[in-house]
């Protein structure tokens, strides 16, 4: 099994990156990753993003932290805040892109299937009620979620 979790999005090449994850899988291997869909939420995040780059991680780190502890948040909400701002997300792609992508890699693939990633699926979050309410309101990134298995040889 070979596994990438959210890696694409910040590689120059994700295209090329995708032909090395089916290559170095065995014929007849799983391949999981997850990467980023672009669409609303970063065009929505962008202005926030530009602003707290030009601040820096520094500056903006303490009021961050401070404001979801007064809050009583779960210590993560911090750390997830700053990765949306800070993270770069360059190659955010479509759904039918990184099928291509895959298809088009020169490795056979026998299946493709989307996953539900926990964060986005039914699965309960072991955080506490109030930052349990405030993922289900806030939005969210959309993720492309896929097992595929390489063809046998």
Known sequence: ?????????????????VSELLR???PGGLLYFYTYRHGWYDVV????????????????????????????LDPRVATMILDELFVPIRNASSENTV???????????????PIVHAQFGDV????????????????KNGIISLAVRTAES
């Open 1 to 17: 099994m070979v596994m990438s979790r959210g890696a694409l999005p910040a590689i120059a090449n994700p295209r090329r990156a």
């Open 24 to 26: 170095v899988c065995k």
């Open 45 to 72: 995040l962008s202005g926030f993003r530009k602003i707290a780059q030009g601040l820096g991680v520094r500056f903006c780190s303490r009021p961050i932290y401070a404001v979801c502890r007064l809050a009583r």
């Open 99 to 113: 099928v291509w992508w895959l298809h088009s890699s020169g490795i056979r693939v026998a299946s493709i299937r």
């Open 124 to 139: 309960e979050l072991p955080v506490d009620p109030r930052t349990a309410w405030l993922h289900r309101v806030l939005p």
